[in-house]
């Protein structure tokens, strides 16, 4: 069955140190990874994919991920904090072995502290 | 182009009654899916849902619980007899097909309260 791992609840980084929140997958055949960030009572924001192509993925507020398949992880980074990247986020992958259903981690709660 | 459309935001039902959730996808997208969030928790996959057919029910509660996306119209998660325990708060989401590695829209959620 295909999965996907945040081994962290929680990450604290001081305000303008890099921060990553780690992923790790688990899939058969090629995968479809997803970075998520989710702001106090709103939905999922978007923030970057892996599909195919470059393994380091830019997307969102300055954030970027590495696609590593050696290490099946996919960790979301940013050189530079800020307090107001505080949220919760969430890394995902599709179940392209059975329903194409997007299957979620756990979450990681990010606080960035000033 | 809006986004995914959920209404109404928030929902009070005491012990008993029905819940009607509705989700009106972003234009074009015709895969729906349906999670469910606790305070402070992940998010739980509940049913995904493509125009008129079930894909995937797998998260949905076998009883009180039901969904669907008819042809016209937007998709509807129906609660019936609530009880305390479905408080949550419930998402949305849309996509173009999966298949092609397309991210999720998510909608602003509906927070339903039991009391």
């Known amino acids: 069955a295909q999965s996907v791992a945040q081994p962290e609840d929680q990450v604290n980084v001081a305000e303008g140190n890099p921060l990553t929140v780690k992923c790790t997958y688990s899939?058969?055949?090629?995968?479809?990874l997803f970075w998520y960030v989710q702001y106090p009572n709103r939905g999922l924001q978007f923030l970057l994919k892996y599909i195919t192509g470059d393994n380091l993925v830019k997307g969102s507020y300055g954030f970027e991920a590495e696609f590593n398949k050696s290490q099946t992880s996919f960790h979301l980074k940013k050189p530079s904090a800020l307090v107001s990247d505080s949220a919760l986020y969430f890394c995902?992958?599709?179940?392209?072995?059975?329903?194409?259903?997007?299957?979620f981690g756990t979450g990681t709660r990010l606080k960035v502290l000033a | 182009n809006a986004g995914v459309m959920q209404n109404p935001r928030h929902l009070v039902r005491r012990r008993g009654q029905e819940a009607r959730l509705r989700c009106s996808p972003m234009?074009?997208?015709?895969?729906v899916y349906w999670y469910r969030q606790l305070p402070e928790e992940g998010l739980k996959f509940m049913v995904y849902l493509q125009k008129e057919n079930i894909i995937d029910e797998s998260g949905m509660p076998k009883e009180r619980f039901s969904a669907e996306f008819p042809k016209e119209g937007p998709s509807i998660l129906r609660i019936q007899q609530v009880v305390r325990g479905d408080s949550a708060a419930y998402f949305c989401a849309s996509s173009l097909p999966p298949g092609q590695g397309s991210e999720q829209f998510f909608g602003p959620g509906t927070r339903l309260t039991v009391l």
């Open positions: 899939v058969s055949g090629n995968p479809y």
């Open positions: 995902a992958v599709i179940d392209t072995s059975g329903t194409y259903k997007y299957i």
């Open positions: 234009k074009g997208h015709s895969h």
